[in-house]
């Protein structure tokens, strides 16, 4: 079965440091990978994707097969990047487009 | 951009009432939709997943004549929450996938308070 560990729960930054969150999955089939955030008191919408290889609000995440993981790195963290974050694998097969979130990792950035 | 609306936003009831939840794609058509569970500031967990005109999947552990979905066309799918108790006050978070089922697009959420 699949699985995602984001093995912090909290992490606090001050503005301007850099910041990693990390996030480690298993899966035995070809993984497609995700970042979600949740602002407060706002829904959860789709940060980044592996597959795109793009940087959003400077975020980026690289897909590390051979470590299973797929880490979001900012190298300057802004007051607003405080939010929930998820990373989230989605499955294939029959089940695809299922995501199977981690636990999330509350990003506090201080100013 | 794709927009997903919940209805309603909160509901209180009573315990052993039945409510529904309502989960719909504003501006594309959902060829699938899943159905989420989420405790305060944890993980979401997925109840189910539905198709449009066909039965929806449940998650291991998840009670199908609890939590009855619907999902009758492309734009709505209806969660039902029946004989509520207070164990079933939650976060309910739908979200819905269009052709390109890479990229899931969220609801708002539902708050549900079982008294």
């Known amino acids: 079965a699949q699985r995602v560990t984001q093995p912090e729960k909290l992490l606090s930054v001050f503005k301007g440091a850099p910041v990693e969150l990390k996030c480690n999955y298993s899966?035995?089939?070809?993984?497609?990978l995700f970042w979600y955030v949740q602002y407060s008191r706002q829904r959860l919408q789709l940060l980044l994707r592996?597959?795109s290889r793009e940087s959003i609000k400077g975020f980026t995440a690289d897909l590390n097969k051979g470590e299973t993981s797929f880490h979001l790195k900012k190298p300057f963290a802004q007051e607003e990047d405080s939010a929930m974050y998820y990373c989230?694998?989605?499955?294939?097969?029959?089940?695809?487009?299922?995501?199977?979130f981690g636990q999330g990792t509350i990003l506090t950035v201080h100013p | 951009g794709a927009v997903v609306s919940q209805h309603p936003s909160w509901v209180i009831c009573k315990s052993g009432t039945s409510v529904k939840i309502e989960c719909r794609s504003l501006?594309?058509?959902?060829?699938?939709m899943f159905w989420y569970r989420q405790f305060p500031k944890q993980s979401l967990m997925l109840m189910a997943t539905?198709?449009?005109?066909?039965?929806?999947?449940?998650e291991q552990g998840v009670e199908k004549d609890k939590f009855l979905i619907n999902h009758a066309s492309l734009t709505l799918s209806t969660l039902t929450v029946t004989s509520a108790h207070p164990e079933d006050s939650s976060f309910y978070i739908c979200?819905?996938?269009?052709?390109?089922?890479?990229?899931?697009?969220f609801g708002p959420g539902t708050r549900l308070l079982v008294l």
């Open positions: 539905s198709n449009e005109g066909s039965k929806a999947t449940y």
């Open positions: 899966y035995s089939g070809s993984p497609e």
């Open positions: 979200s819905a996938t269009g052709t390109r089922q890479e990229t899931q697009y």
């Open positions: 989230a694998l989605m499955t294939g097969g029959t089940s695809y487009g299922k995501l199977t």
């Open positions: 592996h597959i």
């Open positions: 501006d594309f058509q959902a060829t699938t």
